[in-house]
């Protein structure tokens, strides 16, 4: 007969995939129900960058100024070039630089 315990975390991470997918798929429904005005349109093109601030913001804070360096190298590449990988690739070259150049 097999351990019953070898089947735990499986069937937590097909519980959580089914709850994702529900969460996803519920959102979609009921977006679909919604009327979008021009005022929700505004809201919901807004949301990824308050994400991206909500998540970043205190991580950078908490890491001090070689991550506010990266952040803003990070933004500036952004502005410039409009390139999401060239963005990464710079703040995060910035931050290598940084914490290099504090450490030795």
Same mark, same amino acid.
């Given at each position: 007969?097999?351990?019953?315990? =070898?089947?735990?975390?499986?069937?937590?991470?097909?519980?959580?995939?089914?709850?994702?997918?529900?969460? =996803?798929?519920? +959102?979609?429904? %009921?977006?679909?129900?919604?009327? %979008?005005?021009? =005022? %929700? #349109? #505004?809201?919901?093109?807004? &949301?990824?960058?308050? /994400? /991206? /601030?909500?998540?970043?913001?205190?991580?950078?804070? =908490?890491?001090?100024?070689?991550?506010?360096?990266?952040?803003?190298?990070?933004? +500036?590449?952004?502005?410039?070039? #409009?390139?999401?990988? &060239?963005?990464? %690739?710079?703040?995060?070259?910035?931050?290598? &630089?940084?914490?290099? &150049?504090?450490?030795?």
């Amino acid at each position: 007969m097999p351990d019953p315990s =070898r089947f735990g975390p499986l069937a937590a991470i097909m519980a959580m995939a089914a709850a994702t997918y529900a969460m =996803r798929a519920g +959102g979609f429904w %009921l977006m679909a129900h919604v009327p %979008l005005t021009m =005022r %929700l #349109r #505004r809201i919901l093109e807004a &949301l990824p960058g308050a /994400v /991206v /601030v909500a998540t970043v913001l205190p991580i950078a804070v =908490r890491e001090g100024f070689p991550a506010l360096l990266a952040v803003a190298a990070a933004v +500036g590449a952004m502005m410039l070039r #409009r390139n999401d990988f &060239l963005a990464v %690739l710079a703040g995060m070259a910035v931050a290598v &630089l940084v914490r290099a &150049l504090i450490v030795t």
